[in-house]
């Protein structure tokens, strides 16, 4: 019998690294995408945390000179860097406090009853959100100076509380909206009163919203520099202080500051995280 010969299969076409590295692009696109924007947000905050090490030969530190330990030593040996801190960190400290208590209360009001001008506020709480900050600093500088208040650390704190409310109250309004009421009258029903029952029911189960609000102000006012450029006199904070370093040459001190502010914020987070994670039902998990 003579032998079919079969056919040859068909050889598989080797693609090029190229093409195999654009498919995975295309199939893993939004990965790639939130790459990328990590990385973008983080190479700055990067740069501020490898700066801190640097020993620059003058007084700019925009290039690598050498790495050093020196300057994390003493954080704030240049002079009137500790004062600045200390400014920001009092005027974050009252603004937060402030803003979180009043935002609050507003929150709740807003999103529990319903009053006439209740429009009209949300409107309102929504224009600092909206507005630029060259404007609110302006305004504010404006209204001062009509009524004859002498700009420093308390106008500056003024400043802060008024933008930092809206935030805390969307924030905490977004813990609110899903809040369930039935919780609250299954507690009165079992003879709570109003206020046993904000005490016990309430706001522990809205406070993580509140913690986030705080975060959220704090982070704002410590940062702030447009506002408080208007609003400040002679009161210089940390923001302040970099700007007019920035002429003259911002010392490395200013990036071991910063270094250690990212810190704090990153250990907070994560201690909140861990906190809620310690909460959460092991059957929910």
């Given amino acids: 019998m003579t032998a079919v010969a079969q056919p040859e299969p068909a050889r598989r076409r080797t693609a090029s690294p190229l093409a195999r590295a654009w498919a995975f692009v295309r199939r893993n696109a939004i990965s790639v995408f939130g790459v990328l924007a990590l990385v973008y947000l983080l190479l700055p905050i990067v740069v501020v945390i490898v700066f801190s090490f640097n020993d620059p030969a003058g007084r700019y530190n925009y290039t690598w000179e050498g790495f050093t330990t020196e300057h994390w030593t003493n954080p704030f040996g240049p002079p009137g860097l500790g004062d600045a801190m200390e400014a920001s960190l009092k005027v974050a400290g009252l603004a937060t406090l402030a803003a979180t208590i009043l935002g609050t209360l ?45 700009t420093g650390f308390w106008t500056i704190v003024i400043a802060h509380i008024m ?62 520099f447009v506002i408080t450029n208007f609003n400040s006199g002679t009161t210089v904070t940390f923001p302040l202080y970099v700007w007019g370093s920035a002429r003259l040459g ?36």
């Fill in 106 to 150: 507003a929150a709740l009001a807003l999103v529990r009853y319903h009053f006439r001008g209740r429009g009209a506020t949300n409107l309102l709480i929504f224009i600092p959100l909206a507005a630029p900050e060259i404007v609110l600093g302006a305004s504010l500088l404006t209204l001062f100076l009509n009524w004859g208040v002498s």
């Fill in 250 to 285: 911002v010392p490395p001190e200013v990036n071991v500051i910063g270094t250690m502010i990212f810190g704090v914020a990153i250990a907070i987070m994560l201690a909140n995280v861990l906190f809620q994670w310690r909460r959460t039902p092991k059957g929910a998990q």
């Fill in 163 to 224: 933008f930092c409310i809206s935030f805390v109250v969307v924030t905490v309004r977004a813990r609110l909206v899903g809040f369930d009421r039935h919780l609250e009258e299954a507690a009165m029903d079992l003879g709570a009163n109003e206020y046993v029952t904000f005490w016990k029911v309430t706001l522990p189960l809205i406070a993580p919203g509140i913690l986030a609000g705080a975060l959220l102000a704090f982070s704002l006012s410590i940062d702030d």
